[in-house]
């Protein structure tokens, strides 16, 4: 007698695959910098007063640059021993920092505090409270001249001499208070060919910024006027979004006034902390 009921076969169903078989996923952002207070031990109270008054200058410049675009600059050359380390301590490391060649070069670093940007170089030692340094904004002086239309044309290219000269139309027109104009090279066709010829046409400028986040932001400035290059990479640094952006500086990597305003509150608490 021949049974309507089969077996089911083998090799389906809940545990009848082995571990490595499962499916593997792409793993999640990871690395993101969150705030977390620096809290330095202080042994000698009275040898930090100084240090104490200069993050005081620091969260009042805050509050001014927060209200009215008010920047401000503090010298730190006169801290000394127990004061200088507290104020680095305090201030730490945050999501940004800037390269700035030249003739006086400078490397600069935000503090976990947005908008307190401590600036070193030969001779220098200073912090700046604003939405960015103000040395970045001579980001286009030539490291690498730019050749324009000029620039030898090579095999392979494809879009990259109207990608140029809508850059040189929108860079030309720019003016203060410009919306930003970005150019998508990841959602257009280019060749290799094409970011070399636009690498050489537009040149390059003398400073490189790069933000921490969920991955990375690499900002390069070129030597044409407000054209930045603006690259983003995912945690495991594939690059996901490759822009050239018409500003005077990418919105990435300026402090908001809301940041600022917050950046004063938790440097008070901070300080409170200190005692």
Known sequence: MVSNFHLPPSGFGPGSQPLEDELGYMAFPSGMRTFAPQLPAVDDPSAVVPALGALAEMAASCDRCAESDRTASLDLSGLTGPARRLVAETLGEGEVSMQIRGRAARAVQESVFAGIWQVLGAGIDRVEIAPVPAAALAAFEPARPAAGL????????????????????????????TAPHVVNLTLLPHSESDLAWLDAALGEGVVTILSRGYGNCRITATATQHVWRVQFFNSMDALILD?????????????????????????????????
């Open 150 to 177: 000029q620039a030898p044309k090579t095999p392979g290219m494809g879009n990259a001499p109207a990608l140029l000269v809508e850059l040189l139309d929108k860079s030309a027109a720019w003016a203060p208070g």
């Open 243 to 275: 822009t050239f952006e018409v500003t005077d500086m990418p919105e990435v990597a300026l402090a908001a006034p809301e940041d600022l305003a917050d950046s004063a509150r938790r440097l008070r608490e901070v300080m409170e902390a200190i005692g």
